[in-house]
Antibody
């Protein structure tokens, strides 16, 4: 059973950089999967941020692309999200997730972590 | 970007009812359509991928179908644990996009 667990600061100052890590257990990050980030502002819907393959290939949401970096660390079986120049609009619950390659959609999700942008 | 429009935004139903939620794509997405269920304070749960394939462990009372760019999630014989918000998602092209959600409430 694959499990994903997000971790990182719950509070980030405006103009700072949001940094989160997703630890993968119960399976290797070097399998045929895309590793994704999705966020949800309080009381609102889901927004896809981007994804990374274990080769390092990435796809980003154009609305965030200039501020987003997703990296994979095979040695630690984890992947990470960095979002720079944050504002209050980036306050959200951030989820990491797994999407198998091919015609499959996301199958496993992390529990999510709330990140608040505030001074 | 491909826009995904769900209807209704909310609906009320009773245990045992059959409910249908619709999702319309702004352009063709082939069969790259997924459905997710989310309960308050919880992560989404993956229900269906590729229009109609159930994720492992999802009860058979959930089903999905398609007609052109219109996609449908049907739940037959609603159970108490099914009251939640449902989201569709297209993963045919980037950026991956979600519908705005449909809140299923108990009548």
């Amino acid at each position: 059973q694959v499990q994903l667990q997000e971790s990182g600061p719950g509070l980030v100052k405006p103009s700072g950089t949001l940094s989160l890590t997703c630890a993968v257990s119960g399976g290797s990050i070097s399998s045929s999967n895309w590793w994704s980030w999705v966020r949800q502002p309080p009381g609102k819907g889901l927004e896809w941020i981007g994804e990374i393959y274990d080769t390092g290939t990435t796809n980003y949401n154009p609305s965030l692309k200039s501020r987003v970096t997703i990296l994979v660390d095979k040695s630690k079986n984890q992947f990470s999200l960095k979002l720079s120049s944050v504002t209050a609009a980036d306050t959200a619950v951030y989820y990491c997730a797994r999407k198998p390659s091919g015609t499959y959609s996301i199958d496993y999700w992390g529990q999510g972590t709330l990140v608040t942008v505030s001074s | 970007d491909i826009q995904m429009t769900q209807s209704p935004s909310s609906l009320s139903a009773s245990v045992g009812d059959r409910v249908t939620i619709t999702c319309r794509a702004s352009q063709g997405i082939s069969n790259y359509l997924a459905w997710f269920q989310q309960k308050p304070g919880k992560a989404p749960k993956s229900l269906i991928y590729r229009v109609s394939s159930l994720q492992s462990g999802v009860p058979s009372r959930f089903s999905g179908s398609a007609s052109g760019t219109d996609f449908t999630l049907t739940i037959i014989s609603l159970q108490p644990e099914d009251f939640a918000t449902y989201y569709c998602q297209q993963y045919s092209s980037y950026p991956i996009t979600f519908g705005q959600g449909t809140r299923l409430e108990m009548k």
